[in-house]
T-cell receptor, first 115, second 112 residues
């Protein structure tokens, strides 16, 4: 069984640029959630995708957007990068079945630095 | 507003003893609670969960206790092992698998 994978591992971008982060869900999972973890804090929910549709969004501006593909992999896009976007970005996958959604399993994260 | 709080940023415990991690929440709509462990350069690893219809859940060395009236949960690790040294996050959601709201984490150091 393959776990959640994310790419790239590290990324350095300049303020104002755009970035795309990628996530492959754990085998058999159909739901993906994205979180931002700033240094010394707990992860904060950005949004969740289920069957290619956004299924909930946290308190993040519209320049944070996402996609989920038919194979359940996902992308997080951030436009007009700001210095405060520097963080660890975590992807988590889970299985939604029979009206229930089970525990979320996290990937290793992408460390984004904005200069 | 911090809906989930872990008031102890760090905890040091001797190998073989009990580690007790605490977590408080304010949102009465939360009905599913989880604990995750995180090592440096890795994503959080799911440890144990509990739904609001229970007050205790055990899995091996890990036990989670939920006190709904006090809006408080705790994680007990018995016996603590050096490999348990990590940052522990508690998280809550309004339904299993829904968006998770995390606490700020507690760094645990288990001394040999």
């Amino acid at each position: 069984e393959t776990g959640v994978t994310q790419s790239p591992t590290h990324l350095i971008k300049t303020r104002g640029q755009q970035v795309t982060l990628r996530c492959s869900s754990q085998s058999g999972h159909n739901t993906v959630s994205w979180y931002q973890q700033a240094l010394g804090q707990g992860p904060q929910f950005i949004f969740q995708y289920y069957r290619e549709e956004e299924n909930g969004r946290g308190n993040f501006p519209p320049r944070f957007s996402g996609l989920q593909f038919p194979n359940y992999s996902s992308e997080l896009n951030v436009n007009a990068l700001e210095l405060d976007d520097s963080a660890l970005y975590l992807c988590a996958s889970s299985l939604a079945a029979g009206g229930a959604i089970y525990e979320q399993y996290f990937g290793p994260g992408t460390r984004l630095t904005v200069t | 507003d911090q809906q989930v709080k872990q008031n102890s940023p760090s905890l040091s415990v001797q190998e073989g003893r009990i580690s007790i991690l605490n977590c408080d929440y304010t949102n009465s709509m939360f009905d599913y609670f989880l604990w995750y462990k995180k090592y440096p350069a890795e994503g959080p690893t799911f440890l144990i969960s509990i739904s609001s219809i229970k007050d205790k859940n055990e899995d091996g060395r890990f036990t989670v206790f939920l006190n709904k009236s006090a809006k408080h949960l705790s994680l007990h690790i018995v016996p603590s092992q050096p490999g348990d040294s990590a940052v522990y996050f508690c998280a809550a959601s309004e339904a299993a698998g829904n968006k998770l709201t995390f606490g700020g984490g507690t760094r645990v150091l288990v001394k040999p």
